[in-house]
């Protein structure tokens, strides 16, 4: 019997063209991760990290390869579909936070429910609340990002990225913009979440970062070189057969 | 309630960025005002029926001097009197002739615009009378008693809406006229007549005996096509001119144009260049916001990546934006509107001007808002809010997410941005040069033939625009000399110090006479010469300043029993008798029965006439008032000050010499005169405004691609000048981009200068400075694309290479 991986990458090369050179930035990617892992990716620079996540999140098509989500492929999808796996399937946490000035807390968090058409205002009203409760911060909903400080900013992002109830979170260097307070906080957040059940993948370059997670996987020149499980608890490695590849 | 989720949002980009805002919504309003002006105008000018059911089934007969000169509604009474007799084909044909009759009521009088007009004619507007009966075939039988039908206005002023009025016998032209009817208020047939009388036309056995030009209009059945009215008209006035050599050139053309644009068919280039300077705005305005848009969006970009990662679609995106512009938009209609409003009322302005100073009555073809023009607003609005948010949008929307949120270029999602928006700019340089040529190109021709110097001392001379007409009781000659006589010396009188003068037109607009010249192989263009004539008192020369160049003026002697002479102007003199003195030289005029030769004794400055007048290379002749005695006559009266108005003096003047005879609309001769150019000079202001609105769009436009391309590339600048490049090579760089353009511009001027002889039919000199103007068109762009180029990238220079470096 198979289980059935939440994210299953097969064979995956993303290429990128420009007007004299193309660059292979993911190269042969065997990558299955399930219901509930905590896991992150870290490699030098330029090796392929946030593209990866690029990739899983829908943000870019792969070159070659295959990508099943949820035991459903979604290589290829027409765009409107991407879009509808986006705001439901996945949710993001980038390193900029990217919250829209122009709107309160509130409104940022709200903002990916806008995009569904099935969700009443006052259930959208409830979504959003407890998203920011998760976070703690249900006190600055009226506050426009320019009012919170950059650990406040990631956390509304963070809710965003749980309002929709997403089969993973993809954090691309959440901590990357923030101080060692404010990174403890996030950090500490993501693994509550992890604790409660949510699928977490994250690119960071910072290894006390990337030991938060229970499997770490390393890339090199678009390859992955490593990948290493750790049981919950006791922080004794237990390779899992390194890269598939 | 996600709309309203995205309009909240809009609402709050709307205020944050109310520079923007209004910036916009002020190319928007700038953009649907005019187009809602001018579609006004061409409604009113070219398509709105006539006041009266079935009028689209009504073609007004004009004649033009051959097939591609303008047509005019106007036909001597013979040659109608020819095509009445040969019509077949159309249901009616009839003509109505332009009168000015006078009302004597008690101590009043009043003169009335009049039409005397068919029967038949007048009957098929199919308007019931709002009392009383309207002509029948009895009223235009040789014999019938005289018959008036009024106007409301007409019956409410002057006989204080009398309900009696029908069968009461009035004073008309100091004959009694029975009133047999009052139209309805609104009724406004062909022109705004205060009373209709029958035509009566007696049978004309020759040319010659013409006096009267009448405006002949024809009745199309149902289903009927114009095609075999048209070759039967044809074949009419063909014969006409084919039998009378002498007085008709055989060129004569006749043409049948719709009678909803009788009077202003010939306006058509016009207003069509004003349609398509308004169509050209509103690309224009299109292409500005589409590119402000464009910029704002590349501002924006990270946040429409984010929102394409939140799970937005590229349709949730446009919608998005589509909102977003569409307050500016709405805004911009709102004010737009209001702009084509008081662009309605200043025309209105103008209208009411010249109706004034014409004593014309109703304006028949002045635009009004009407709620189609409300809509050809929103769909304007609409056509800008579309097409300038979904390129840019859609072009946004396409874009990578992953890129952007990265913060890094791989790939070439800038490139395409400015690309979109190079196209953009191109696009814009190009209509503008169009705009600016042909508007660069009419000012310039109409401002240089309105301001051509009239040669007229016009300082507080008073003139009786419409004609006096002498009835029957002054037929005789020498009454009429003794009118003229007991005139001046009651003007003199009443108003002291003033000098008095009569003239059978307007100075700048003579009448028309067929005529031969003699030269030295005798008489030429025998018969088919029509040289404009006025007929003139001793001392007009003198009073409107116009100078003796050779020979003598006018005298009392130039009487009936003496040598028939005539004075002819300096343009005429060189046209006819280049290189020679035409003192002496003779003229004969073939219509009105008077063939013998008359002596030229002197010439005269020219007056050059209003603008655009086709046979103003001719000249002028003037003849002696005591010679021809004509039965018409105007006066011109030079005030010994402007402080007092004077007119009512000189109506209790011209009324105690003969209260049948007033002076009709006395307006000052420098108001008539503006009157004359102000359907060529209203234009000027309008295609001004509209040269500096894409003048101005277009540098902004370009600045803002220009400002775009230096603030992506401020870094570069660092570079560059880190490694030792000058603020003049930095600065190359940019202007090398801006002046690729005046290269497009081209494109622009060629497309601009190919419109010109379109327009050449309706203003004559406009290819007279089509280089200079041209070559204006290159400076001006040239200037704008450099300051456009050159001002954001001082911006850019102004930073330390080591800022610039740091800059992203």
Redesign the interface.
């Known amino acids: 019997m198979t289980t059935q991986h939440l994210i299953d990458l097969q064979g995956v090369r993303k290429i990128?063209?420009?007007?004299e050179m193309e660059?292979a930035?993911l190269d042969d990617i065997h990558l299955a991760i399930d219901p509930g892992e905590y896991v992150s990716i870290s490699g030098p620079s330029g090796c392929g990290k946030?593209?990866l996540l690029?990739v899983m999140?829908l943000?870019?098509s792969s070159t070659h390869g295959k990508y099943f989500l949820n035991g459903t492929e979604v290589t290829g999808l027409h765009?409107?579909e991407q879009?509808?796996?986006?705001?439901?399937e996945i949710g993001?946490i980038?390193q900029?936070f990217?919250l829209?000035a122009?709107?309160t807390a509130f409104?940022n968090v709200?903002?990916?429910l806008?995009?569904?058409?099935d969700l009443?205002?006052k259930q959208r009203r409830d979504r959003v609340l407890t998203a920011l409760e998760q976070v703690h911060l249900p006190e600055r909903q009226k506050h426009f990002p320019a009012q919170l400080s950059g650990g406040q900013q990631q956390r509304v992002a963070i809710a965003?990225a749980l309002v929709?109830k997403p089969n993973v979170l993809l954090a691309d260097e959440p901590t990357g913009n923030l101080d060692s307070r404010n990174a403890q906080l996030i950090m500490d957040l993501l693994s509550d979440l992890h604790e409660q059940g949510s699928t977490i993948v994250m690119v960071t370059h910072d290894p006390r970062s990337a030991e938060r997670a229970q499997r770490q996987v390393s890339l090199f020149d678009g390859r992955i070189v490593d990948d290493r499980r750790f049981s919950s608890g006791d922080g004794a490695a237990s390779y899992a057969a390194g890269a598939r590849a | 309630?996600?709309v309203w989720?995205?309009l909240?949002?809009a609402w709050?980009?709307f205020i944050?960025s109310w520079g923007y805002s209004l910036m916009c919504a002020s190319v928007v309003a700038l953009s649907v005002g005019l187009a809602v002006w001018t579609c006004a105008l061409a409604y009113s000018q070219l398509w709105k029926p006539l006041e009266f059911p079935g009028s689209e089934q009504w073609y007004s007969v004009q004649l033009s001097a051959d097939a591609t000169a303008r047509a005019r509604p106007s036909i001597d009474a013979y040659t109608y009197q020819e095509l009445l007799a040969h019509h077949r084909a159309a249901d009616h044909l009839g003509a109505f002739a332009d009168l000015a009759v006078v009302l004597s009521e008690g101590q009043a009088t009043t003169s009335l615009r009049a039409a005397a007009i068919s029967p038949r004619l007048f009957a098929a507007t199919h308007v019931a009378p709002r009392l009383g009966r309207i002509f029948d075939s009895r009223d235009d039988q040789p014999g019938a008693s005289a018959v008036a039908i009024l106007s409301f206005d007409a019956w409410q002023q002057y006989f204080a809406g009398d309900p009696a009025i029908i069968g009461r016998t009035v004073r008309i032209d100091a004959a009694p006229v029975r009133v047999i009817g009052v139209m309805p208020r609104d009724f406004l047939a062909f022109e705004d007549f205060e009373v209709w009388m029958p035509l009566h036309l007696p049978q004309l056995a020759r040319p010659a005996d013409s006096t009267m030009t009448l405006t002949p209009l024809i009745l199309l059945r149902e289903h009927q096509t114009l095609g075999p009215i048209a070759n039967e008209m044809k074949a009419a006035v063909d014969a006409v001119n084919r039998d009378h050599p002498q007085l008709f050139d055989p060129a004569r053309h006749v043409t049948l144009i719709p009678a909803f644009r009788m009077f202003t068919h010939n306006a058509a280039p016009i207003v069509t260049m004003l349609s398509l300077m308004a169509a050209a705005v509103l690309l224009l305005g299109c292409v500005n916001i589409s590119m402000v848009f464009f910029a704002r969006l590349l501002e924006r970009s990270?946040?429409l990546a984010?929102?394409?990662?939140?799970?937005?679609?590229?349709?949730?995106l446009l919608r998005q934006c589509l909102i977003e512009t569409a307050l500016v938009v709405l805004l911009g209609l709102l004010a737009g509107y209001a702009l084509a409003a008081l662009g309605i009322q200043w025309t209105h302005g103008i209208g009411a001007f010249i109706s004034r100073v014409t004593a014309s009555g109703r304006q028949a073809y002045l635009p009004t808002l009407r709620s189609v023009d409300l809509l050809w607003a929103v769909l304007s609005a609409m056509a800008i809010w579309i097409l300038s948010t979904l390129i840019p949008a859609w072009h946004f929307a396409r874009q990578?997410?992953?890129v952007i949120?990265?913060?890094s270029g791989?790939?070439?999602t800038v490139r395409d941005g400015n690309r979109s928006v190079r196209l953009l700019v191109g696009l814009q340089v190009v209509i503008s040069c169009l705009v600016l040529v042909t508007c660069g190109n009419v000012v310039v021709a109409v401002e240089r033939e309105v301001n051509k110097p009239h040669g007229l001392n016009t300082a507080q001379v008073l003139i009786s625009i419409e004609s006096t007409v002498f009835d029957a009781r002054l037929a005789d000659a020498s009454r009429r000399l003794r009118y003229w006589e007991n005139l001046t010396a009651s003007i003199e009188s009443h108003v002291p110090g003033s000098r008095v003068a009569f003239t059978t037109s307007a100075p700048t607009r003579p009448g028309k006479v067929a005529a031969s010249i003699e030269t030295r192989e005798g008489a030429t263009h025998d018969g088919r010469l029509t040289l404009p004539r006025t007929v003139v008192s001793d001392n007009y020369f003198a009073l409107l300043g116009i100078r003796l160049r050779s020979g003598r003026l006018f005298d009392s002697t130039d009487d009936s029993a003496s040598l028939p002479v005539v004075i002819i102007d300096e343009s005429m003199a060189s046209r006819f008798w280049p290189g020679e003195n035409a003192l002496g030289k003779r003229v004969r005029l073939n219509g009105s029965g008077q063939s013998s030769w008359l002596t030229v004794v002197g010439v005269v400055s020219a007056v050059p006439g209003g603008p655009y007048r086709t046979d103003a290379s001719l000249g002028t002749m003037y003849q002696p008032l005591r010679q021809v005695v004509p039965p018409d006559f105007q006066v011109l009266i030079r005030l010994p000050d402007t402080t007092t108005d004077h007119r009512v003096a000189l109506r209790a003047a011209a009324f105690a010499v003969d209260r049948d005879l007033p002076l009709h609309n006395l307006q000052t001769l420098d108001d008539y005169l503006a009157a004359v150019n102000l359907s060529y000079t209203a234009m000027v202001p309008i295609l001004i405004v509209i040269a500096l609105i894409t003048a101005l769009l277009a540098g902004s436009g370009l600045f803002g691609l220009i400002s775009r391309s230096v603030a992506q590339r401020t870094q570069e600048v660092g570079i560059r000048r880190a490694l030792g490049a000058t603020s003049w090579r930095a600065t190359s760089m940019f202007l090398r981009q801006g002046s690729l353009y005046l290269s497009v511009a081209v494109v622009g001027l060629a497309l601009g200068i190919l419109m010109m002889p379109l327009l050449s039919r309706a203003i004559t000199n406009i290819l007279d400075q089509v280089f200079p103007v041209t070559l204006g068109v290159v400076l001006l762009m040239a200037a704008l694309i450099f300051t456009a180029s050159y001002l954001p990238t001082r911006r850019a220079l102004a930073l330390d290479p080591g800022d610039a470096l740091r800059s992203e």
Do not use: C
Request: glycine share 8%; hydrophobic share 35%; net charge positive.
């Open positions: 990128f063209y420009t007007d660059t930035a946030s593209t690029s999140g943000l870019h765009s409107a879009a509808r796996v986006r705001n439901r993001f980038f900029a990217n829209i122009d709107m409104q709200e903002l990916p806008t995009y569904r058409n009443t205002a965003r929709g | 309630m996600n989720f995205d909240q949002y709050r980009l944050k990270r946040e984010l929102r394409t990662a939140l799970g937005a679609s590229r349709g949730r990578d997410p992953a949120l990265a913060g791989k790939g070439a």
